[in-house]
T-cell receptor, first 113, second 111 residues
Framework: DTAVSQTPKYLVTQMGNDKSIKCEQN?????MYWYKQDSKKFLKIMFS???????INETVPNRFSPKSPDKAHLNLHINSLELGDSAVYFC????????????FGDGTRLSIL | GNSVTQMEGPVTLSEEAFLTINCTYT??????LFWYVQYPGEGLQLLLK?????DKGSNKGFEATYRKETTSFHLEKGSVQVSDSAVYFC??????????FGKGTTLSVSS
């Protein structure tokens, strides 16, 4: 019954590796997002997709590549992981209209060794 | 550009104390305003929202009023409980785009 689910919950890996985080929502929303939360709890938008189309792409290194196979899924692939990528990554979804709240997953804690 | 400023924490209160967490924003036009709460190890949950000036959002005893004249959306609760201990985020959104968050305020309530 989870509305927005992300996998894995924890990801521990070595510098230089490539990893993916998956996100699925069952709310029927057409807009999905990836946010990054740093060690000081600050949250910043990375990407947003509407109906599988990229609409927001903040100044994120091109090692990060989002992919939306359909409206219910938004995955995040990260190449050549660096120490600074250690953070909690949150997926969210919404109806994409003004004033509509976003629903968040529980986050994926990425730790780079 | 758009931005949100909220009071620095941590805020430490005793149970049943009154809570205020200040939030001000900078935006062009008429953003929607939100308070989200994050409990340890969890994602963010919507606490309340307001979409136009003078709207009051409320939920679980928490309230916030959208004040356009002071560009503020302060969060208040009359009597906090230990279970309210969490990180609280003020956020704005315009035209259905991404949320812009404040830096978060950690609330710790002791019995």
């Amino acid at each position: 019954d989870t509305a927005v689910s992300q996998t894995p919950k924890y990801l521990v890996t070595q510098m230089g590796n490539d990893k993916s985080i998956k996100c699925e929502q069952n709310l029927g929303h057409d807009t999905m997002y990836w946010y990054k939360q740093d060690s000081k709890k600050f949250l910043k938008i990375m990407f947003s997709y509407n109906n599988k189309e990229l609409i927001i792409n903040e100044t994120v290194p091109n090692r990060f590549s989002p992919k939306s196979p359909d409206k219910a899924h938004l995955n995040l692939h990260i190449n050549s992981l660096e120490l600074g990528d250690s953070a909690v990554y949150f997926c969210a979804s919404s109806q994409g209209r003004a004033g509509q709240p976003q629903h968040f997953g529980d986050g994926t804690r990425l730790s780079i060794l | 550009g758009n931005s949100v400023t909220q009071m620095e924490g941590p805020v430490t209160l005793s149970e049943e104390a009154f809570l205020t967490i200040n939030c001000t924003y900078t935006a062009t036009g008429y953003p929607s305003l939100f308070w989200y709460v994050q409990y340890p190890g969890e994602g963010l949950q919507l606490l309340l929202k307001a979409t136009k000036a003078d709207d009051k959002g409320s939920n679980k005893g928490f309230e916030a009023t959208y004040r356009k004249e002071t560009t503020s959306f302060h969060l208040e609760k009359g009597s906090v409980q230990v279970s309210d201990s969490a990180v609280y985020f003020c956020a704005l959104e315009q035209a259905g785009t991404a949320l812009i968050f404040g830096k978060g305020t950690t609330l710790s309530v002791s019995s």
